[in-house]
């Protein structure tokens, strides 16, 4: 659709976002700081340091949880390289290393403890140097969508680590509260994979935290206390980025029905039978996408669905229309596009 109009060489009021090439490294005041590529070189190395530190007495399920790591990060070196989203491998990785964790035990050597928090610690680096940019065409939407998916990935490491800090506790309602939490955090990442509300799995969370702090009592290790804390802070956080991408996501959804109503006022009453049902249809398609964006609900199908009936018009309209009219449509191409990359 977008190849399509811009193929009329007219200029929208919103100029798409132009990439440029990144460098391999990039310069912040007087400082070189490492790209993402070279984060995630640090963050190989962290693997294969920790693997060795293992050792071949490895159990079978540590070494298939070290398999399942280097394919996630296979995946990012990937994504990377295709200057795709890296959001969903992140979040896999972060699980993975979690898992790992857990299957690793606290029984380890200094060294296998030293390499895990060095993983850990590295693959933090690499989601917000991921992550925290803005992205294509609404940027302050994609830098917000990028603090999500960071919140979400630290999220998930910060549990694996409350889970560590209480893997030797034995009280029968602590480990079933951290079941809970676990459970909880798992929810949250398919809310937030899934782009749809992740309000009520936060709030649950947090009651779940608030219960394993009574069962506890007031006897809590700093280590567990921290660990607490941190999942909480990272909740807190999760929940008002969401918040903001939320409001983000729901201006853009009235800003294009608004673009409907303009590109309607623009090819005026006289417009054939045929595209004035085109314009109903996309004017109902965005009406579902605002609804169920206000909703929290997952908008792929509604942004596909409005794609569709866009292309249909302009298909419709067979090309006999104003500078105008184009540079409207190619305007919602855009926006359609940039929502995407939000929610879809």
């Known amino acids: 659709m977008v190849d399509l109009l811009r193929s009329l060489r007219i200029t929208s009021r919103k100029a798409p976002f132009q990439r440029t090439a990144r460098p391999a490294v990039e310069v912040l005041e007087d400082r070189a700081v490492p790209s993402a590529s070279q984060v995630l070189t640090h963050v190989q190395a962290d693997v294969r340091a920790l693997t060795k530190a293992l050792g071949t007495t490895a159990s079978t399920t540590v070494q298939n949880d070290l398999t399942t790591v280097n394919g996630d990060l296979t995946n990012i070196a990937n994504d990377i390289k295709a200057k795709t989203s890296a959001a969903q491998d992140l979040t896999k990785l972060a699980s993975a290393v979690t898992q790992l964790g ?14 895990a928090k060095k993983l850990d610690q590295d693959i933090r680096t690499l989601a917000n140097k991921l992550l925290s940019g803005a992205g294509e065409g609404d940027k302050v939407g994609a830098s917000l969508a990028g603090r ?4 979400n990935v630290k999220l998930t490491l910060d549990v694996g680590a409350l889970s560590k800090a209480l893997s030797t506790n034995t009280n029968a309602n602590v480990k079933a509260d951290l079941t809970a939490i676990q459970n909880d955090q798992t929810a949250i990442s398919a809310a937030v994979s899934a782009g749809t509300d992740a309000t009520q799995a936060i709030r649950q969370l947090n009651t779940d935290l608030t219960k394993l702090g009574t069962d506890l009592g007031k006897k809590v290790g700093g280590q567990v206390r921290s660990a607490i804390e941190h999942v909480r802070n990272d909740a807190r956080q999760l929940a008002h980025d969401l918040q903001g991408l939320a409001k983000r996501v729901q201006a853009d959804a009235k800003d294009l029905q608004g ?11 006289n417009a054939s039978t045929t595209v004035k049902d085109d314009l109903t249809a996309l004017d109902a398609a965005l009406t579902t996408l605002a609804a169920d ?52």
């Open 259 to 269: 673009d409907a109503k303009q590109l309607a006022k623009q090819l005026g009453a």
């Open 293 to 344: 964006a206000a909703a929290g609900k997952d908008l792929s199908t509604d942004i596909s669905d409005a794609f569709k009936a866009e292309l249909t018009l302009a298909g419709d309209l067979k090309g006999q229309f104003s500078g105008k009219v184009a540079a409207s449509l190619l305007d919602m191409s855009f926006d359609l596009a940039a929502l995407s990359t939000l929610k879809g």
């Open 102 to 115: 857990t299957d690793i035990g606290t029984s380890t050597s200094k060294a296998v403890g030293h390499d």
């Open 148 to 151: 999500v998916q960071g919140d």
